[in-house]
């Protein structure tokens, strides 16, 4: 593989990266949405895979623009992300603590992908291509306003539920002193 020499060779490869976790996503989502317990976790994870396919026709189209073929890198830390979702899935008994988990580990991935998301708009835009910097934005919001749905469902009963279900389970803990505020705080 050529080395990365200029802000361009950058660029492209930083698509590359993004189009496989795209597609690494596209896979790991419908999982996602199987292991849900609560519907409208099912519901968002089902949402954002219509997204996240929306999202790879979007790179896709980068790739036509900038005259590449559209070819994924594979992208190591969706890989290891994905990875752990597997494992909230495999190592929770507990619906409710597996939901939160699964939030938790989709959290991680909505702020890989708006790292990423928000390094290539930049490096799109210095370079001049401005249908990029639009079609680049359009994916970042929605990595965005995933997050935010997630955290919100996080905070409006999936860890209260997952709480709960720990409490119900372990009578010591039921007993533990409540700390104001703690209890019902999202991803981040």
Do not use: W
Not at 45 to 54: N, S, V
Not at 108 to 135: D, N, T, W
Request: include cysteine.
């Amino acid at each position: 593989m050529a080395k990365i020499a200029t802000l361009e060779d950058l660029f492209i490869d930083e698509l590359r990266d993004l189009y496989d976790a795209e597609k690494q996503l596209t896979k790991a989502l419908p999982k996602m949405a199987k292991a849900a317990s609560s519907t409208d976790l099912r519901l968002a994870f089902e949402d954002h895979l219509r997204e996240t396919e929306q999202q790879v026709q979007r790179l896709e189209q980068i790739f036509n623009l900038l005259d590449q073929r559209p070819t994924g890198k594979k992208c190591a830390a969706m890989t290891g992300l994905v990875k752990e979702g597997e494992e909230v899935v495999s190592e929770t008994d507990e619906a409710p603590v597996r939901d939160a988990g699964l939030i938790a580990a989709a959290q991680k991935v909505e702020h890989y992908e708006m790292s990423g998301y928000g390094s290539a708009r930049s490096h799109a835009q210095i370079l001049g291509y401005p249908e990029a910097v639009s079609l680049l934005e359009r994916t970042l919001e929605e990595e965005k306003n995933a997050d935010q749905k997630l955290n919100d469902l996080a905070e409006s009963a999936v860890n209260e539920d997952a709480l709960n279900a720990s409490e119900t389970e372990d009578p010591v803990k039921a007993r533990r002193p409540s700390t104001t505020g703690s209890r019902t705080t999202g991803g981040h």
